[in-house]
């Protein structure tokens, strides 16, 4: 299974839940720590105002443009774990300049966890500059 960023932690999150249908990892970026990090990025009158709007417009990467996001992904977060705990082999790209998860949370996931490793390049968090190096590593964890 394989995922980037918040669709890394959805991955882990899967894998943990259901180790039988997952063999390995492959996590671009995991957003480790997810609930705990929504909560602690916005003042408790930001969240409220949040809250009461149905939406804030956040970055999407993938659109590269502001997009709004329903309050409804806060409090479903709470109901999840920070880091999942999978026990399948896993493979985490990371950068070491990423703005949006701190290469840090992977490196403390990894820390706890001997069936994962982490390779860190010099990029940011979308990791679009090393896809030769990731395909790569890819090719030698899956073999």
């Known amino acids: 299974m394989m995922g980037s960023s918040l669709g890394g932690y959805?991955?882990?999150l899967y894998a943990a839940r259901n180790p039988a249908a997952v063999e390995k990892l492959i996590l671009m970026a995991p957003a480790f720590e997810f609930?705990?990090?929504w909560k602690a990025r916005y003042s408790e009158a930001d969240?409220?105002?949040?809250?009461?709007q149905g939406s804030v417009q956040i970055f999407h990467y993938?659109?590269?443009e502001p997009r709004p996001l329903s309050y409804d992904?806060?409090?479903?977060?709470?109901?999840?774990?920070?880091?999942?705990?999978?026990h399948q082999s896993a493979l985490i790209f990371h950068g070491d300049h990423d703005d949006v998860v701190p290469v840090e949370l992977s490196e403390s996931f990894v820390a706890r966890h001997p069936n994962v490793r982490l390779k860190r390049f010099s990029s940011g968090?979308?990791?679009t500059d090393?896809?030769?190096?990731m395909w790569q590593e890819t090719?030698?964890?899956?073999?």
């Open 35 to 37: 609930p705990r990090r």
């Open 73 to 86: 992904l806060v409090e479903d977060s709470q109901r999840y774990e920070n880091d999942p705990d999978f």
């Open 130 to 133: 090393v896809l030769e190096e």
């Open 47 to 52: 969240i409220e105002n949040w809250r009461k």
């Open 139 to 143: 090719k030698a964890f899956l073999r």
């Open 10 to 12: 959805l991955a882990a």
């Open 62 to 64: 993938g659109y590269k």
């Open 125 to 127: 968090h979308e990791l």
